[in-house]
């Protein structure tokens, strides 16, 4: 029973637009988060660090809300945290994962003759597989970890570790920052591609040989050996 070429036609074509939302989602983010200064000579001055993927957080810095650095007391900060490792893992994959499927597809609509005929490319593509919905597992995990950091370093909580804004006379309170809704589509595509990865193993595991094994030569049945002509 071949039902691996239609289960998988099917379920690569769902993991491609999923990669494709992974990168529409994470890969191409950009964001800011705001505060509002206020020191001698200025009120409610808007300061701006400006992030984008790969979130390398510690690059983006508040500079001075005026020319005098409010009187010689402000000095830049930057935020905390370099997340580039999770979030460039967990879309380097999508981006792997991606061009599997375009190849994947290519074989299963081209050449089902070799995937049916040769019992190593089934196992090849099980180990693929399989190895494929563990990694997102992982990517998907390190990355939530690393967007709960995220938000975290961008947060209201940015304003207690501005020292500047401990200083007398300096203010500072937390304005805004943009939304991660986008984000978090990430994560939830990439614990969608998990789930999709893992069940179709089993279609997978059901076209190799360990599912199907080669029969053997049909025995005669019975404990007398068959009649022969004469």
């Not at 070429?5 to 800011?32: D, E, M, Q, W």
């Not at 979030?87 to 190849?103: P, R, W």
């Not at 003759?113 to 190895?131: A, C, E, Q, S």
């Amino acid at each position: 029973m071949l039902m691996r070429p239609s289960a998988c036609r099917c379920g690569l074509g769902h993991g491609l637009i999923f990669s494709i939302f992974i990168f529409a989602t994470c890969g191409v983010y950009k964001g800011t988060t705001t505060i509002l200064v206020s020191c001698k000579g200025v009120v409610n001055k808007t300061v701006t660090a400006a992030f984008a993927y790969p979130f390398r957080l510690n690059a983006a810095v508040f500079s001075a809300p005026d020319p005098t650095r409010c009187s010689g007391t402000w000095t830049d900060f930057h935020l905390v945290g370099n997340f580039s490792s999770s979030a460039q893992f967990f879309v380097t994959f999508a981006v792997l994962v991606f061009l599997y499927c375009i190849a994947a597809l290519v074989l299963y609509v081209g050449y089902m003759h070799l995937y049916r005929n040769t019992g190593k490319i089934p196992l090849i593509d099980l180990v693929i597989t399989v190895m494929a919905a563990f990694l997102w597992l992982v990517s998907t995990s390190a990355w939530a970890k690393a967007l709960t950091d995220i938000k975290i370093s961008t947060g209201p909580s940015i304003v207690q570790e501005i020292a500047s804004c401990k200083l007398p006379g300096v203010t500072c309170l937390f304005a805004s920052v943009t939304s991660m809704g986008t984000l978090n589509l990430s994560v939830v595509f990439g614990l969608l591609n998990m789930i999709l990865w893992g069940g179709n193993a089993w279609f997978v595991y059901k076209e190799t040989s360990l599912h199907n094994p080669s029969n053997s030569t049909p025995q005669s049945s019975g404990i007398y050996p068959p009649t022969t002509g004469i």
